[in-house]
Every structure is written in C-alpha cells, then in structure tokens.
C-alpha cells in the first residue's frame, strides 16, 4: 500500500509563495509517475504538475507555467511542489497522487493513489 500525506497549504497574500510538501510511504518500488492536482468550490479536479519517476520529465498545466515547480527529495522520500506569484486563482484544495502503472500524466484517472489534500487560499 502507497501512502501519501500533504502539507504546507495556508493562507497567503497575492504575489506571495508557498511550498507543498507530499509524503511517500509504502509499496513505492512501482511508482511511475507523481503529480498534483487541485480542486476549487464547484469545479472539477484539474492538473497542476507531474513528473515521470524514471527520468525526471516535468509537466505543467498552462496557468501555473512559470510559477510553480514540481521536484522530488529522495532524502525525505518527498515530493514538492514550490508555489511563486501566487494568484487567487489559485486558490483551491491541493492533492498529491502517485501513478503506480501506465497512463496520462496530465489525466487525473491514471493515478491510483491520493493524498487527503491540503488547503491553498490566496487574498487579493
């Protein structure tokens, strides 16, 4: 069983940062791939950012290009998604996910496996 645990959500001023932590533990050996989503009051899930586990290939949605950045700490088994000129767009509830197989990295059903999510609320 792969388990993942967010941190790091808040409430930030437009134009401020902050920095997401997702928690790895379990069965991770068949990780594939590793990704977040985020999920705003009364929208659909949508993709953020993802990372191919074997080569490090990066993917980001077109509204945050630029802003954020998706990385991996394999010292803490972590995986972190850096937030700059932060919007209030932007604000949402956070999840991390883990793709244990093949599929879309941008797809929020290629993933098998969710964290409970973390709160991101950016004021204007």
């Known amino acids: 069983q792969v388990q993942l645990v967010e941190s790091g959500g808040g409430l930030v001023q437009a134009g401020g940062s902050l920095k997401l932590a997702c928690s790895v533990s379990g069965r991770t050996f068949s990780r594939t791939a590793m990704a977040w989503f985020r999920q705003a009051p009364g929208k659909e899930r949508e993709f953020v950012a993802s990372?191919?586990?074997?080569?490090?290939?990066?993917y980001y949605a077109n509204s945050v290009k630029g802003r954020f950045t998706i990385s991996r700490d394999s010292a803490k088994n972590t995986v972190n998604l850096q937030m700059n000129s932060l919007k209030p767009e932007d604000t949402a509830v956070y999840y991390c996910a883990v793709m244990l197989g093949m599929g879309s990295l941008v797809a929020a059903s290629s993933y098998d496996k969710w964290g409970q999510g973390t709160q991101v609320t950016v004021s204007s």
């Open positions: 990372f191919r586990w074997n080569d490090g290939t990066t």
